[in-house]
């Protein structure tokens, strides 16, 4: 039986082997993600025909089947002299045996059954075949260096032949000076020609102990960097979990779990309904690569290759998920609506807020075009169209308020006929303006929205008028919004060990009008001051300052200009009356407070913006 399943990109072919047709399936379908083309057997026996037929780059074996096992698999391999690379499926009661199949037939890997997760057995495919190319170039360099240390010695050779050469030379010239009278300048003359040469023969010696040396350093570089990129592969992944887990739920591996998730959960789904998960998965995961390379937390050349190499070929998608999105999490993305990203329910006022307040649109000169779009069963699409010029982010706010009051729909409510001519006469009125169905999906209906804003000639005029028409809903408005203001164009640097955590509280501080810096290393800090050209303040956990004490805060004087005030951060501030005097803090700030009491607090300290001077 054989069955092949092609990827996009036909590099490699890779051979199932197991019994069961369930978990051969799920097997190929986990190979056809990483773009290889598969292959199935129901036994050895069958395996080692197709193999002979043409060998495989990788082999999944499973150990217990019932006509020819894993075992009697390998050692028939091993007996006909083919060099496998296999990856072997084992159970719970068969790691002994695992063990000593991989001592006896050098097997790359061995993975437990049932698989629990999926990305286990990517990064097992991608280490075998990485380890495979990494011994396939070591042969290839130890050839060379072959080559090169005969050629070295060689040259050794003849630079001993050479000095004896010489030697015979020196003596030559000795009989000469007893046996023939020459004249002072000649012998001078002779004697500074020896001199030279034996100068070039001790640099010819210097160069070839440098090139040995060179040669020994390349040889033991070529040993230590095997397995390199798939170690930094990995530590980069584990990263991403980490943030997969603090924006998707208390536990990723639930998150990532293969079956579809419950109405009303979060997280991600990975599932075989279609391609869209896979291809959010792999968006999140380049979104949060391309911050971990941007914030400096990339820490050595096999990681920079390995984000390099995901990260190739997908800027302008990159683009299009930072240029119309700043939620937390997406929860999928669909092609049914073009150039739309789908968000969580509970997310829309978030996500208004951000594209009113931070201004991330797609800007020209006449107008402004937002797709927004809520997931199924709550599902609302929005487009909103804008003429004119760009307003202040304060009627920015007010125009998008309304939206936030739209419950979302049912899957009934949005299957009905009558249903977008209702909901576009009633946020008409809630938002005053030009409102039409434009077109139906098959998650629900996307509106067309078209805002008039203020004259551009006379931008105040018009928003004073509104604003005596909004009357207290206007002040009220103000009062929300002018927080953070003091902190919006000249953010704030946030110093936490405890990057989740961090995240968590900068985004507090952001849906109040804060502009919010992370570091958790003065190094961090350092380049984000070469970026940034104003700062306000550093916000530091005092428990920091409890474990690194004076080191710490040396450390960041160092990097920081000296006008920035340094503000601590405890639950209890009056405790931490003796850090403040004996760090140099501004003062302490409680950040379980209300984020727009400590603003407030924090704008008080802080008296006047500090204008960055490097040196």
């Keep these: 039986m054989l069955q092949s399943c092609q990827g996009a990109f036909d590099s490699k072919r890779i051979l199932i082997v197991d019994d069961e047709p369930m978990v051969r399936k799920l097997l190929l379908n986990i190979v056809k993600r990483t773009h290889h083309a598969g292959f199935e057997a129901e036994n050895g026996s069958v395996a080692l025909a197709l193999y002979e037929q043409e060998p495989f780059d990788l082999v999944v074996l499973d150990l217990r089947m019932p006509v020819q096992g894993g075992r009697d698999f390998l050692k028939e391999a091993a007996s006909r002299g083919w060099n496998l690379n296999v990856i072997v499926l084992t159970g719970h009661g068969e790691l002994d045996e695992a063990f000593q199949l991989l001592t006896l037939y050098r097997i790359s890997d061995f993975i437990q059954k049932p698989l629990q997760n999926p990305f286990q057995l990517i990064f097992a495919i991608n280490n075998a075949l990485e380890k495979r190319k990494h011994e396939a170039e070591l042969k290839d360099k130890n050839k060379q260096l072959q080559k090169e240390l005969a050629f070295r010695k060689r040259a050794e050779e003849n630079l001993a032949k050479e000095k004896d050469r010489v030697a015979f030379l020196l003596k030559e010239s000795q009989s000469l000076t007893m046996t023939i009278q020459m004249s002072n300048e000649e012998l001078v003359h002779q004697r500074q020609r020896l001199v030279e040469q034996q100068k070039e023969i001790v640099k010819d010696r210097k160069e070839l102990a440098a090139v040995k040396h060179n040669l020994a350093c390349q040889l033991e570089s070529v040993y230590r960097s095997k397995g390199f990129y798939a170690n930094a592969l990995v530590r980069l992944c584990e990263r991403t979990e980490a943030c997969l887990k603090a924006v998707g739920g208390p536990d990723c591996s639930d998150a990532l779990r293969p079956e579809p998730r419950q109405e009303g959960e979060r997280g991600f789904v990975l599932d075989d309904g279609g391609s869209a998960p896979a291809r959010l998965l792999e968006d999140f995961q380049r979104v949060v690569l391309l911050y971990l390379a941007e914030s400096g937390q990339v820490e050595n050349e096999p990681e920079r290759v390995v984000v ?308």
């Design 308 to 615: 390099r190499e995901l990260l190739s070929g997908c800027r302008e998608r990159l683009e299009q998920i930072l240029a119309w999105t700043d939620a937390d999490v997406v929860v999928r993305c669909d092609d049914s609506v073009p150039d739309a990203l789908f968000i969580d329910p509970s997310l829309f006022g978030t996500i208004v807020e951000n594209l009113a307040t931070c201004g991330i649109h797609r800007y020209s000169r006449e107008s402004v075009e937002i797709s927004l779009d809520m997931d199924v069963p709550a599902h609302l699409g929005l487009h909103v169209k804008r003429t004119g010029y760009d307003l202040a982010p304060e009627e920015r706010t007010r125009l998008f308020e309304p939206f936030r009051e739209v419950e979302p729909l049912s899957r009934a409510d949005w299957q009905g006929m009558d249903l977008g001519p209702a909901i576009s006469a009633r946020l008409a009125k809630m938002v005053g303006g030009d409102i039409r169905v434009t077109r139906h999906v098959p998650e629900g209906i996307v509106f067309h929205v078209s805002l008039p804003l203020a004259n551009p000639a006379q931008p105040s005029v018009d928003i004073d008028k509104r604003r005596e028409t909004d009357g207290c809903e206007t002040e009220r408005h103000a009062e929300q919004t002018s927080e953070g203001r003091f902190f919006h164009e000249k953010p704030l640097i946030l110093f936490d060990r405890d990057l989740m955590r961090g995240f968590q509280f900068a985004k507090s501080l952001k849906q109040n009008g804060a502009e919010m810096m992370i570091a958790d290393s003065p190094e961090v800090i350092c380049r984000q001051l070469e970026r940034q050209e104003e700062m306000v303040a550093l916000l530091l956990r005092c428990e920091h300052l409890d474990e690194e004490g004076p080191h710490l805060v040396g450390e960041l004087r160092a990097v920081l200009p000296k006008r920035i005030p340094l503000v601590g951060l405890a639950p209890n501030p009056p405790s931490r009356a003796e850090a403040i005097s004996q760090f140099g803090l501004a003062g302490v700030i409680d950040p379980t407070q209300n984020p727009s009491d400590l603003l407030r607090k924090l704008e008080s300290l802080v008296t006047r913006p500090v204008v960055l001077a490097r040196g």
